[in-house]
């Protein structure tokens, strides 16, 4: 009896060690199960295809789009890049990349040129802004997202580009590129504004952008003991090297405060970035200008000196990018860039605007988003970017008049108005007084715009045609309402659409310097900066709140 009970009992505890270890280790092991299995599952559909399908098929081809459609479903940052696509595994580990020297938008699904840096190899090759890619070596642009096409137009220097472009009113091209070092000024301009305030432009966060910034603080504060505060310009600023973001934050803050942290799924690749330097100046008013395309490191550098209450916040919510991106050699010559973490900001938030399910974006709803606070207790959300202190909306809350930057309205007249005028005035001199062309330009059918409204309007006419009633008259009437709506508010704002359009075009005849002293003409955001750093009474209530 004893012995055939030590017996069970030893079963039994086998059973259970079993038992553990089957259950500590199963989810493990299931994971790697089903790995396995969809590997094998995968090669064996690849063969059978390629052995039985009617048509001879490309090899590389079919499991190229099989790769990318599995990283697709992601997010738009995560990439395959084929051996195709790039030179040699040397110059992949070279780290003589190359640019352009240019801002490329996709419009209209199409990569078009945005911007354009004085000297710069695009500059050079002929580009103009508004130029539509359509081939590069001979590749159909429309099938490489963002991330694709940077890696297929890098190179070493010397080597030629071949580019199709569509120019707006001209028909195609055929251009040049010879590749070369890009040296695009990551500041611009700065100098003094009215009332003892200093401003810094900042568009990039390339290689000694922190020291570039702290450079021209400190000369405009030597020059100017009296100056009251520094504007940090950030708008349009799409981010660069996270050292640089670290860097520039240090400039205003002391030393050993932590700026950002990157955490992940591989814990080890967890990092902490605190600044490392000696401040310059922890007593001086900071307001930083951001926008809608302010993002990664220019959220960062703004959202971190928001989370310590050292600076001021005025603008709009900046893009919302989060995501840390690594690059991993997959062989032959091919890699992959994988977004392996997110970055948290000083109050532990992330500014990750946007979740990607099934590889579709996916806006946070605000009432999905935690509250943090900042150090002196004022109450900020994660998720949807960075939320200015004061937001000024440039062209008001109007839907139509949004629409004239939101679709590029603007960008476009503009690509078409300097057509026509090879050379205009200086910066100072230049006042744009087409005003006439411009409405011209709006009422031309291509260029219509769709507000909310139009959209109901469509929708009520589609729904009628198919339960049979015919309300064609009635919302005719109701379109040529909304149309005198939208054609009033156009004129209503008719004063800040035109300093819109003068910013546009003085950035097409004197580069990023030129845009920057227009814009600073007149410019709501930085009359707002000038006004709350001279009033120390409501910089101290921002920062308090």
């Not at 790769?67 to 997010?75: F, G, K, P, T, Y």
């Not at 100017?224 to 660069?240: E, F, I, Q």
């Not at 900071?286 to 395309?293: C, P």
């Not at 690059?327 to 946007?354: D, L």
Request: proline share 3%; net charge negative; hydrophobic share 35%.
């Amino acid at each position: 009896m004893s012995f055939r009970n030590k017996v069970l009992g030893g079963a039994a505890g086998a059973m259970l060690l079993v038992g553990l270890t089957a259950t500590t280790l199963a989810p493990v092991n299931d994971k790697f199960f089903e790995i396995m299995k969809a590997i094998e599952v995968y090669t064996n559909v690849y063969k059978e295809v390629n052995t039985y399908y009617v048509d001879e098929i490309e090899p590389n081809k079919l499991m190229r789009t099989g790769i990318e459609a599995m990283v697709e479903s992601l997010d738009p940052y995560t990439n395959y890049i084929s051996e195709t696509d790039v030179e040699t595994a040397r110059l992949q580990q070279s780290g003589q990349y190359q640019g352009i020297g240019a801002e490329i938008e996709y419009i209209d699904s199409l990569p078009t040129i945005l911007t354009l840096y004085k000297d710069q190899p695009a500059d050079q090759a002929g580009l103009r802004t508004g130029d539509r890619l359509l081939q590069v070596d001979g590749r159909e642009t429309a099938q490489y997202n963002r991330e694709q096409l940077e890696e297929i137009m890098r190179g070493f220097p010397g080597t030629i580009m071949e580019l199709t472009v569509d120019r707006p009113g001209e028909g195609t091209q055929q251009l040049q590129l010879t590749r070369g070092d890009v040296d695009i000024p990551n500041v611009p301009y700065y100098g003094m504004l009215e009332q003892n305030v200093g401003y810094v432009a900042l568009t990039t966060f390339t290689q000694e952008a922190a020291k570039n910034v702290r450079d021209a603080v400190s000369e405009l504060r030597a020059e100017h003991p009296d100056m009251t505060g520094v504007v940090l310009d950030l708008r349009g600023n799409g981010g660069g090297l996270l050292n640089e973001a670290v860097d520039i934050v240090n400039i205003f803050v002391p030393k050993g405060e932590t700026i950002v942290t990157t955490k992940g799924k591989v814990r080890d690749w967890n990092r902490s970035y605190e600044t490392k330097g000696n401040p310059l100046d922890t007593d001086i008013p900071v307001a930083v200008l951001i926008n809608h395309r302010s993002a990664s490191a220019s959220e960062i550098v703004s959202g971190a000196l928001q989370d310590l209450d050292r600076g001021v916040l005025i603008g709009q919510r900046s893009y919302g990018k989060g995501l840390v991106q690594n690059i991993m050699e997959t062989g032959y010559g091919s890699r992959v860039k994988i977004t392996t973490a997110k970055y948290y900001i000083p109050s532990q938030r992330c500014i990750q605007a946007i979740e990607y399910r099934d590889g579709k974006p996916y806006d946070i709803p605000d009432a999905q988003r935690a509250e943090f606070k900042t150090r002196g207790g004022r109450t900020v959300l994660d998720g949807g970017g960075v939320a200015p202190d004061i937001e000024v909306n440039v062209l008001g809350q109007h839907n139509v008049a949004q629409g004239l930057l939101e679709d590029y309205i603007v960008f476009d007249f503009v690509n078409e108005w300097v057509r026509d005028h090879p050379t205009i005035d200086s910066v100072a001199d230049f006042h744009f007084q087409d005003w006439d062309k411009f409405e011209a330009f709006l009422n031309r059918a291509d260029f219509n715009f769709t507000s909310q409204a139009e959209e109901l309007l469509e929708d009520a006419a589609a729904r009628a045609k198919e339960e049979g009633y015919d309300i064609s008259a009635e919302l005719a009437s109701i379109q040529e309402k909304v149309d005198r709506e939208q054609a009033t508010a156009i004129a209503s704002l008719k004063e800040e659409i035109i300093k819109i359009i003068e910013k546009e075009i003085a950035g097409r005849y004197y580069y990023q310097r030129g845009q920057v002293q227009m814009g600073l003409r007149n410019d709501q955001e930085v009359q707002e900066a000038i006004a709350v750093l001279n009033d120390g009474a409501r910089y101290a209530e921002l920062l308090s709140k």
